[in-house]
């Protein structure tokens, strides 16, 4: 079976930063496209970042480049979102997914999602 799971949420102050990680299993990590998205109540999902396979191709989102790291460690089969400065607005749950195609939803897969709350 096929397993993601996000973890390192919290609650923290602007300008905090924070660090997620997901460990998935049951897919050939190496050979996927891996994503972090965030949604809040009624609003849409959104791409945070997303890196290729092998780290030679990254993506942003609005408002969270600069700030915002996505990296993989293929021996471990993990991925990681480092966030700095957070804002809050960047109050979400955070989603971990892992596709062979990044404009495809053949073969995806998502975590259950890790809360991060910014406020003062």
């Known amino acids: 079976q096929v397993h993601l799971a996000e973890s390192g949420g919290g609650e923290v102050q602007p300008g905090a930063s924070l660090t997620l990680s997901c460990e998935t299993s049951?897919?050939?990590?190496?050979?996927?496209?891996v994503s972090w998205y965030r949604q809040v109540p009624g609003k849409e999902r959104e791409l945070v970042a997303r890196l290729s396979s092998f780290g030679d191709m990254t993506d942003y989102g609005d408002g969270v480049e600069g700030r915002f790291r996505i990296s993989r460690d293929n021996s471990q089969n993990k991925m990681y979102l480092h966030m700095t400065d957070l804002k809050p607005e960047d109050t979400a749950m955070y989603y971990c997914?892992?596709?062979?195609?990044?404009?495809?939803?053949?073969?995806?897969?998502w975590g259950q999602g890790t809360q991060v709350t910014v406020s003062s």
């Open positions: 049951g897919i050939t990590f190496s050979r996927y496209f």
């Open positions: 997914n892992a596709a062979i195609s990044p404009w495809s939803s053949l073969y995806e897969y």
